[in-house]
């Protein structure tokens, strides 16, 4: 009989500590943490630092082509912001990070449009309800492209890695890769991201 009571207290403790991995599996944020809205995708997302990276006017590489259609069922080109600064902001609605830096981004692209700051946003790896909702309840202003493939992601590779979500770039007026975050950006590093690109003069002109 002792030996039965210690082999069932010892099974017990085995499955609370698999429980308790499991529990803090779901916490973990973006680091794998989905749902069934990613419709079975390939989860191994990784939540980034925000840490930034701002490139000198010599140092940028071209922004790759890309296109497709938005949320809102438009087709949408980057080609179509030449002539504007361009602020690339890749998200999913499950992913926690990406919904406490909405308003962030809203309130840069409020106080910048007028200087010529247009946002895209890039829906990965998603369920196209949950990012319609997403949108509404979030309030965001600005389109995002579907591209639940990661198609968008995976050309811009060589900037930022396509795991990392959520991940924001700064396109300048030549189309040219002026700044990156890699994890949830704040108020004060996007506006210094930004705000210099900006300077560097152009028109203002939005979207065709």
Same mark, same amino acid.
């Given at each position: 009989?002792?030996?039965?009571?210690?082999?069932?207290?010892?099974?017990?403790?085995?499955?609370?500590?698999?429980?308790?991995?499991?529990?803090?599996?779901?916490?973990?944020?973006?680091?794998?943490?989905?749902?069934?809205?990613?419709?079975?995708?390939?989860?191994?997302?990784?939540?980034?630092?925000?840490?930034?990276?701002?490139?000198?006017?010599?140092?940028?590489?071209? #922004?790759? %082509?890309?296109?497709?259609?938005?949320? =809102?069922?438009?087709?949408? +080109? $980057?080609? *179509?912001?030449? &002539?504007? @600064?361009?602020?690339?902001?890749?998200?999913?609605?499950?992913?926690?990070?990406?919904?406490?830096?909405?308003?962030?981004?809203?309130?840069?692209?409020?106080?910048?449009?007028?200087?010529?700051?247009?946002?895209?946003?890039?829906?990965?790896?998603?369920?196209?309800? #949950?990012? %319609?909702?997403?949108?509404?309840?979030? =309030?965001?202003?600005?389109? +995002? $492209?579907? *591209?639940?493939? &990661?198609? @968008?992601?995976?050309?811009?590779?060589?900037?930022?890695?396509?795991?990392?979500?959520?991940?924001?770039?700064?396109?300048?007026?030549?189309?040219?890769?002026?700044?990156?975050?890699?994890?949830?950006?704040?108020?004060?590093?996007l506006t210094e991201l930004v705000e210099p690109v900006l300077d560097e003069g152009g028109g203002d002109t939005g979207p065709a």
């Amino acid at each position: 009989m002792p030996f039965t009571e210690s082999g069932t207290r010892m099974r017990s403790v085995l499955r609370r500590g698999a429980a308790a991995l499991a529990a803090a599996a779901v916490l973990a944020g973006c680091a794998g943490g989905v749902d069934a809205q990613t419709d079975g995708s390939d989860n191994r997302y990784v939540e980034g630092s925000g840490a930034s990276t701002a490139f000198a006017p010599d140092e940028r590489q071209a #922004a790759p %082509e890309v296109s497709g259609e938005t949320l =809102d069922g438009e087709q949408v +080109s $980057l080609s *179509d912001y030449e &002539g504007s @600064v361009v602020v690339l902001n890749f998200w999913a609605s499950w992913c926690a990070p990406c919904r406490a830096e909405t308003p962030v981004l809203e309130e840069v692209y409020g106080e910048h449009q007028d200087a010529g700051l247009e946002f895209l946003g890039i829906n990965i790896k998603d369920n196209r309800t #949950a990012a %319609e909702a997403f949108e509404r309840n979030q =309030d965001i202003s600005y389109p +995002s $492209l579907y *591209d639940q493939p &990661g198609k @968008v992601s995976q050309a811009f590779r060589d900037t930022v890695p396509p795991q990392a979500i959520p991940s924001t770039l700064v396109i300048d007026r030549e189309g040219r890769i002026a700044a990156r975050v890699i994890g949830a950006t704040d108020y004060s590093d996007l506006t210094e991201l930004v705000e210099p690109v900006l300077d560097e003069g152009g028109g203002d002109t939005g979207p065709a």
